[in-house]
């Protein structure tokens, strides 16, 4: 099967099976991502509770963790839900808001890493390059320096973790440590909003709930992702008005869109590549 067939394929397998997204995530964006979960054919819940989060995990098709509105009770939560996903084998997407920009989002990110079995970590080009070590500034949430390669960054730390890393940005990349993704969908209106990142990773917790190819799965829902962005923009007078087709395109995208319109190349199978982007 072709890989824009395949990532079709996984698009409508999200939604005949409508997958519950466990979202322990930050107060800015809960409403936009509970959205984007509905529209790309899931099903979200917002719970972080510690006192119920290894219950609510148990229904789920993925768990996303997401500190971006920091504190450490959301962190032993995060633990609680994560230890109880990893026992009934359900995936765990790290969205690493801020690390680099702070000593407590840098060590309780990588605290995350190393206590859990993440299925993929997705972040900016910064938020990678922290915490792989190899470069990166984050100012607040957004990167204001990326990682001097961050690809190599990205196989640093899926490598490291026996994780997916998801860098997102100009070019998105997805490796497994092996494997490297190419995705060049998108758009720069994406930066005109609040939580377009904590959007994606929602995304790809929908794929990761279908597809055991976590790789695949993280690159094909950007892919989704970024082209329901492009489809948007073609009708979008601003960013309020490219919010609200981007919520409708996501919601319609068909196979034959992402046929024609997916640009997902893969660059490597092996490992030591240095890739460009």
Not at 59 to 75: E, F, K, Q, R, Y
Not at 139 to 167: I, M, N, R, S
Not at 236 to 256: C, N, T, V
Request: aromatic content about 4%.
């Amino acid at each position: 099967m072709a890989l824009n067939e395949r990532i079709a394929e996984l698009r409508e397998r999200v939604r005949q099976q409508r997958p519950l997204i466990h979202h322990i995530t930050n107060f800015v964006v809960m409403n936009d991502t509970a959205n984007v979960t509905l529209h790309i054919g899931g099903l979200p819940v917002m719970a972080h509770a510690r006192e119920e989060v290894a219950e609510m995990v148990a229904m789920a098709g993925a768990l996303v963790l997401n500190p971006g509105t920091l504190s450490p009770d959301w962190i032993e939560a995060m633990l609680v839900a994560g230890k109880r996903a990893n026992e009934l084998g359900i995936p765990i997407v790290l969205d690493p808001v801020g690390a680099g920009a702070t000593t407590l989002r840098t060590t309780s990110n990588r605290r995350l890493l190393e206590e859990l079995q993440i299925a993929v970590v997705r972040g900016n080009s910064g938020e990678i390059g922290a915490l792989a070590g190899m470069g990166g500034v984050v100012k607040g949430v957004e990167a204001v320096v990326e990682a001097d390669d961050p690809a190599a960054a990205a196989q640093a730390l899926a490598q490291q973790y026996h994780t997916v890393v998801a860098v997102t940005g100009r070019r998105d990349i997805v490796t497994d440590g092996t494997r490297v993704f190419a995705v060049d969908n998108g758009h720069e209106w994406l930066k005109t909003l609040t939580g377009t990142g904590c959007a994606a990773t929602t995304v790809i917790a929908a794929f990761a709930a279908v597809e055991r190819d976590y790789a695949l799965a993280a690159a094909a829902g950007l892919a989704c992702f970024g082209l329901a962005a492009e489809l948007a923009a073609e009708q979008a007078r601003g960013p309020a008005s490219f919010k609200m087709a981007f919520y409708d395109a996501i919601y319609h995208l068909s196979p034959e869109q992402i046929h024609a319109g997916a640009r997902v190349t893969v660059l490597s199978d092996d490992q030591s590549i240095a890739v460009a982007g």
